[in-house]
């Protein structure tokens, strides 16, 4: 990719609408070594390619209605962060059986996030190594579905990414904050179709109850 940014993942995404292939394989679910274009990036893929295939496999087991997109696993920077530390990044498909409902991007967006949301950062997180090394400063979290538009007689894809440093995750992960209170402290951002809209105001209560993955 020309850019190692989620700018242009996320485009991506809402670009190719029909959806991801279901079931693939970690060599194409897993952004390979020479598409990371950022040294440090490159170097994190690379010493960590094994949590990347056991994330990859653990996604398959335990959440098989998912698919990861190509090459949606791996490390990025965050817009804005030029000099930044770069992300673990999952990027997701949704159920196309069982889209989020809502009358709006943002009650379809605030719907995926408090159904997957929880689940899937606490799989972020369980790379332990990963966690722990101070050159990734966080994570980053694409959930995309396919929205009630068509265009070109397509359904168009939406996309919801949150990125959230180590410190907000894991205390979001381990029930410390709520789901409001996590996002307040990320960098939340969505798509519909190619159009990146304001940033999203999702409704979520901090006193719900978190839904994780079966195993």
């Not at 274009?37 to 098989?64: M, S």
């Not at 967006?109 to 990734?136: E, K, T």
Request: glycine residues 12%; charged residues 20%.
């Amino acid at each position: 990719m020309a850019r190692d940014g989620l700018a242009a993942l996320a485009l991506a995404a809402v670009l190719a609408a029909a959806g991801a292939a279901p079931g693939l394989a970690a060599e194409e679910a897993i952004l390979p070594l020479d598409a990371h274009t950022v040294p440090d990036a490159r170097a994190l893929a690379g010493e960590y390619a094994g949590e990347l295939r056991a994330l990859n496999a653990g996604l398959a087991r335990c959440a098989p209605e998912l698919d990861v997109q190509r090459h949606g696993i791996g490390f990025r920077r965050p817009r804005g962060s030029a000099g930044g530390p770069p992300y673990l990044t999952l990027w997701v498909w949704l159920d196309p059986e069982r889209p989020p409902r809502g009358p709006t991007l943002t009650s379809r967006a605030s719907a995926a996030f408090g159904r997957y949301g929880h689940g899937l950062f606490a799989r972020l997180l369980d790379r332990s190594p990963v966690f722990a090394d101070s050159r990734v400063g966080g994570y980053s979290l694409v959930l995309t579905w396919l929205g009630p538009t068509e265009r070109g007689g397509r359904l168009v894809g939406e996309s919801l990414a949150v990125f959230a440093d180590k410190l907000a995750t894991a205390n979001f992960v381990h029930d410390t904050i709520g789901p409001a209170t996590f996002l307040a402290r990320a960098e939340v951002r969505a798509f519909d179709g190619e159009t990146e809209l304001p940033p999203p105001a999702l409704v979520l209560d901090d006193g719900a109850a978190p839904a994780g993955l079966p195993c």
